[in-house]
């Protein structure tokens, strides 16, 4: 079965670029949707964006002008960098992935599969 | 699109029926799903396509709805099932999670 490894640096400093790997194993990166989320200490979870396997991205607007999502297909990773980092990015970061299912003539989507998450902070 | 959950929050005892609702700032069909969170873990799927139960998950867990408004239900509570519940819609291209429900032992 698809398992999800998020690895990366745990501590980062203010102003720096967050940066973290998403492993996919078990199955192949291809055709599907992949995301990241985070869930900041004590709080709700965000949607950061997400990647095609192909290439093409869409991002969470409140963090558009920060964020990168990109994918290695050949490595079955995808990756977040996320820029200019304050306290505020302080969170666990998951990657998830989209799943589909055709039901009566139309595709429906969830988040079917989650990695353990990887707790970041940003800290001097 | 926005999602509001209520209550953010609710108390309850081992088998009673809990019911969360959630709602869209505009329509969605049933573009949405349901998750449980439990502390320290990664949210795990329990429902989408609005009412559509995922593989595993039991059945006392139900959702309904379309549109704007759209309810979890448990039909029995067991001890497990204490966590938090987000919904989460995946209409638009832009996805959002509501802001979460916690539920507590009385």
């Known amino acids: 079965q698809v398992q999800l490894q998020e690895s990366g640096p745990g501590l980062v400093k203010p102003s720096e670029t967050l940066s973290l790997t998403c492993t996919v194993s078990g199955g192949s990166i291809s055709s599907y949707y992949w995301s990241w989320i985070r869930q900041p200490p004590g709080k709700g979870l965000e949607w950061i964006g997400y990647i095609y396997y192909s290439g093409s991205t869409n991002y969470n607007p409140s963090l558009k002008s920060r964020v990168t999502i990109s994918v290695d297909t050949s490595k079955n990773q995808f990756s977040l960098k996320l820029s200019s980092v304050t306290a505020a990015d302080t969170a666990v970061y998951y990657c998830a992935r989209r799943g589909y299912s055709y039901e009566a003539h139309y595709y429906y989507y969830y988040m079917d599969v989650w990695g353990k998450g990887t707790t970041v902070t940003v800290s001097s | 699109i926005q999602l509001t959950q209520s209550p953010s929050s609710l108390s309850a005892s081992v088998g009673d029926r809990v019911t969360i609702t959630c709602r869209a700032s505009?329509?969605?069909?049933?573009?949405l799903a349901w998750y449980q969170q439990k502390p320290g873990k990664a949210p795990k799927l329990l429902i989408y396509?609005?009412?559509t139960l995922q593989s595993g998950v039991p059945s006392r867990f139900s959702g309904s709805g379309s549109g704007t408004d759209f309810t979890l239900t448990i039909s029995s509570l067991q001890p497990e099932d204490f966590a938090t519940y987000y919904c989460?819609?995946?209409?638009?291209?832009?996805?959002?999670f509501g802001q979460g429900t916690k539920v507590e032992i009385k």
């Open positions: 989460q819609q995946l209409n638009s291209y832009l996805w959002t």
């Open positions: 505009q329509g969605i069909s049933s573009y």
């Open positions: 396509a609005a009412s």
